[in-house]
Each structure stands twice: as C-alpha cells, then as structure tokens.
C-alpha cells in the first residue's frame, strides 16, 4: 500500500466533501493527530492520523517552508 505524503500547510483535497461545499483543507498542526482547518468556512477539527490517511485523497497544493 502506498503511503501518501503530506506536510504541515499543505492543502489536501479529502474525499468527503465538507457540509460548506468544499473538500480542501489546510493541515495546520501534525503530531500523532492531525488538526486540518476548512479553506471554505474556517472551520477546525482534529482527527487521529491513521484516520486522516485514508480520508485524504491527494494533495492540492504544498504549503511553503517556514525558515
């Protein structure tokens, strides 16, 4: 099984689409959860990462490198 690639303010397109009418979600905090954040409504949750990985579809756009 491939293992999909995802980084802290990547925006991901998920396969369920949000309530708002958009599936694209910033991830904006990682660690053993993953606090994902609507770009539609601003809406935050967390899910727990397993979770988010089979719920992830891909990666829209990759988020910029903090130096």
């Known amino acids: 099984m491939e293992t ?6 990547d925006v ?8 708002c009418g958009t ?3 910033k991830v904006i905090r990682m660690g053993a959860d993953i606090r ?3 770009m539609g409504c ?4 967390m899910i727990p990462r397993n ?3 089979k ?3 891909r990666v829209i ?3 910029e490198m903090e130096s």
């Open 4 to 9: 999909k690639q995802f980084g802290l303010n």
């Open 12 to 19: 991901v397109e998920m396969k369920k689409q949000h309530p």
């Open 23 to 25: 599936n694209a979600w």
């Open 36 to 38: 994902i954040k609507c």
């Open 42 to 45: 601003g809406h935050s949750l």
């Open 51 to 53: 979770d988010f990985a």
């Open 55 to 57: 719920k992830m579809k």
């Open 61 to 63: 756009q990759q988020g």
